[in-house]
């Protein structure tokens, strides 16, 4: 009898299992195979009939066309990978030790705060009072500064550091106290070497956003091209084909000589951009992933 049962477990055991690894393959698939497209279009050469995972003929024509005018996209990618940086470093440590200010019950202001944020996340001043007070009060639009300072802080980002913090052992903090520690090296000496995985995950976060930011960009920057970010300037060639006609003309040395051939590249010039707008945001992930498991 109990043979039966342990056999009966077993099995349902075994098919849940291959139920959940089922689900989680198909999912993973809704997100891997729109990429692989993605890159089997970028190198598809010059001429496209339809979308396939396999082309007819693979070419790196897109992308020598991207390179043959380098100078915007690698300012693109210049300005991008600086805010990014500057925004992480600055968010995450501002939004860490207020976190950890939050998370501490002897903190006199602790219970007015969160009622502050709780607020300030139901309810938003909305889009054209934040560009008004942006951009004529702060006087931050057409200079880099307008992609950092006004999202360096995130409620719900302080709200899950706040959640870590508290969950560390309160014993620690005590004896680093008795010693004669100060609550700022508590702060950056001991609250945050043992929040690795939410700070990581979160910096992660901001940075992805960041990187994928097109709108501050059409909103805030509108003479300096300079200024331009990565993904406004892909969302630049996928809107105007006027751009990819430039690319083409350079490749052709100066001349629109094949008008049909120019035509279908429109669209593998738009898939190259677009590849290489997510690859190093793409490319960090792996090195993170281990921080996102705990």
């Not at 929040?195 to 979160?202: A, C, D, E, G």
């Not at 970010?229 to 690319?247: E, G, I, R, W």
Request: hydrophobic share 50%; aromatic share 14%; proline share 3%.
């Amino acid at each position: 009898m109990n043979n039966k049962v342990s056999i009966k477990r077993k099995k349902k055991i075994k098919f849940g299992q291959i139920g959940l690894h089922t689900f989680y393959v198909l999912t993973s698939l809704t997100y891997i195979l729109p990429l692989l497209l993605m890159v089997s279009i970028s190198v598809s050469g010059k001429e496209i009939t339809k979308y396939k995972f396999i082309p007819d003929e693979v070419s790196l024509f897109a992308y020598e066309l991207i390179f043959k005018k380098p100078e915007q996209l690698l300012k693109a990618y210049g300005v991008t990978a600086f805010y990014c940086i500057a925004g992480v470093i600055l968010g995450i440590s501002i939004m860490a030790m207020c976190a950890y200010a939050l998370s501490r019950r002897n903190f006199v202001l602790r219970g007015a705060l969160n009622k502050f944020m709780l607020v300030s996340i139901l309810f938003s001043g909305g889009t054209i009072p934040t560009y008004i007070l942006i951009s004529k009060y702060f006087h931050m639009n057409e200079t880099i500064w307008v992609y950092i300072i006004p999202w360096l802080v995130s409620t719900w980002t302080i709200i899950l550091m706040k959640t870590f913090f508290m969950n560390l052992p309160n014993e620690l903090f005590e004896a680093a106290r008795i010693d004669g520690a100060s609550e700022l090296r508590i702060c950056f000496n001991i609250a945050m070497p043992l929040s690795t995985p939410i700070i990581v995950t979160q910096a992660y976060a901001k940075f992805l956003g960041g990187w994928n930011d097109w709108k501050t960009c059409s909103i805030y920057i509108r003479k300096n091209l300079d200024l331009w970010s990565l993904q406004f300037l892909v969302k630049q060639y996928m809107d105007k084909s006027d751009m990819t006609a430039s690319l083409y003309m350079a490749a052709q040395g100066g001349g629109m000589t094949d008008t049909a051939n120019y035509v279908s590249m429109h669209e593998t010039v738009m898939f190259a951009m677009a590849i290489m707008g997510i690859g190093p945001a793409f490319l960090v992930f792996p090195l993170i992933q281990k921080h996102y498991e705990k």
